[in-house]
């Protein structure tokens, strides 16, 4: 039967959605009598669930593998596992460049680990398979915490020329949502007070339901219903997918919270047609006009690629302006990634230098811009979630309704806790704050 001793080391490199695989993982291996461990070295099976979505992301992979080599010999009972967009992608290849790797599995085929992990000799699973492999994992009764990620809607069908996501996680499918009820109870049942819906193309989600077709707009008004769910977020989004009973869900439902990432890449026209994004700048400009109608106090983020082919200067000042005309809370900024079988990988990049010198322009706008929303806090009342304890003795840290870590002084906070706090201090990654409310 099972050996309670076994166990598991998970390495999650890349999105979310990679975090909330991870977890479903652990869960299933958890079933199999595995328990999780943060010391590599007394692990019985290590689990890297990996990224494709940039090539540094991949690389990673192959050097994290290369030193793992002298711990496999040292131990070659040690299962070895490479889970996640890589296994998809390069499936047996891993194998044959990294003979330690004892099992590749990819994103769709994870339900399937536990009898992979028992298997002699490496395995390989990167199959679609038609089951749902949700209704495989184990109902998730393991789960501990006062958040937690629920996957809604897995793959895309947008194709942006740049992104390998709709080759490696598919084409794009809505779990139903009477299951995602289902899963949100039971998580609910185990203290969890935050859910955050995710999907490669979230606010795409439309699953069946009574009645129909559920947007996300009406999943999220029947999860906010649910008692002792307190707080509910989505992402990542596509702005074409923007509904307006998603946006009036902002105004209607308090358990909404007022944040949103809402990635437009770039703020040229012409290279947002050269990137297949199917919506201009001044088409983004109005939606956000139209979310911040809805919900004033929003907090947006984005995502930003420079770089990408055929980008000139005057495309990218035109990133720059959309930027200060936005006013972000944060944003991720990358530079352009060719990915193989992309078809923007087909054209020239831009010189390496000037995607560098870009990045950082545009990364500094962002910082500033950064500061500003956090320094905008301080004095004010919000409401924290607390997630665990601070470094320091008598401190909790938790998030705010803006998605901003909070450092509060006090003692008798318990993680779960979800309290009101006067914001004292800001840096661009936390702020400080005392509890207000008993
Ligand atoms: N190069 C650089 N950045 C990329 N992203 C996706 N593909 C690439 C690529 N080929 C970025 C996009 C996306 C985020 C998750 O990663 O900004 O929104
Ligand atoms: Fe990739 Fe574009 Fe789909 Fe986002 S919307 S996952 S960037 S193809």
Redo the contacts with the bound molecule.
């Keep these: 039967m099972t050996d309670a001793a076994k166990k598991l080391f998970i390495k999650t490199y890349g ?1 979310q959605m990679n975090v909330y695989d991870s977890e479903r993982m652990a869960e299933a291996m958890g079933a199999k009598g595995y328990v999780t461990t943060e010391v590599l070295e007394e692990a019985d099976m290590v689990l890297l669930n990996t990224c494709h ?3 540094k992301a991949s690389e990673k992979l192959y050097s994290d593998l290369g030193r793992l080599k002298p711990l496999k010999q040292a131990r070659p009972d040690l299962k070895v596992g490479v889970a996640g967009c890589v296994a998809q992608a390069e499936g047996a290849e891993i194998l044959k460049r990294m003979p330690l790797v004892d099992l590749v599995v990819g994103p769709q085929a994870y339900h399937r680990l536990p009898e992979m992990a028992e298997a002699k000799g490496q395995v390989v699973d990167t199959d679609f398979p038609p089951e749902d492999k949700f209704e495989h994992l184990p109902a998730r009764k393991a789960y501990r915490g006062p958040t937690a990620f629920l996957t809604v809607q897995e793959g895309c069908d947008k194709f ?1 020329a ?4 709709p080759y490696t996680r598919g084409a794009e499918v809505s779990r139903p949502a009477d299951r995602l009820l289902r899963e949100a109870r039971d998580l609910v049942e185990r203290g969890v007070r935050e859910i955050t819906l995710l999907g490669q193309n979230v606010n795409a989600y439309h699953g069946a339901g009574e009645g129909g077709d559920w947007g996300l707009g009406r999943l999220v008004r029947e999860l906010a219903a649910i008692d002792g769910l307190d707080r509910i977020r989505y992402t ?1 989004s596509h702005p074409n997918d923007m509904a307006d009973d998603l946006i009036a869900a902002h105004a209607e439902v308090p358990e909404l919270m007022p944040y949103l990432h809402l ?1 437009v ?1 770039s703020g040229s026209d012409r290279i947002l047609k050269a990137m297949n994004r199917k919506h201009t700048a001044e088409q983004y400009l109005r939606l956000v006009e139209r979310i911040r109608a809805a919900r004033p106090d929003i907090l947006l983020t984005s ?3 420079v770089g990408f082919p055929g980008e000139t200067d005057r495309d990218f000042q035109d990133t720059m302006d959309l930027v200060r005309a936005v006013g972000y809370g944060a944003a ?8 193989p079988g ?1 078809p ?1 990988a087909e054209k020239t990049p831009v010189a390496a230098e000037v995607a560098d010198a870009r990045l950082q322009a545009l990364q500094a706008l962002i910082l500033d811009q950064q500061r500003a929303a956090q320094a905008a806090m301080v004095g004010r009342e919000v409401q924290v979630l607390y997630e665990k304890a601070g470094r320091k003795p008598g401190q909790m840290v938790g998030k705010s309704d803006h998605l901003m870590a909070v450092h509060v002084e006090d003692p008798a906070g318990k993680v779960g806790d979800l309290v009101r706090v006067r914001v004292s201090a800001s840096a661009p990654n936390s702020l400080a704050a005392e509890r207000i409310s008993a």
């Design positions: 999105c979505i940039r090539e942006c740049f992104c390998v996501v990542t990635p890449q995502d930003f690629i991720f900024s990358f530079k352009y990634s060719a990915r992309t923007a």
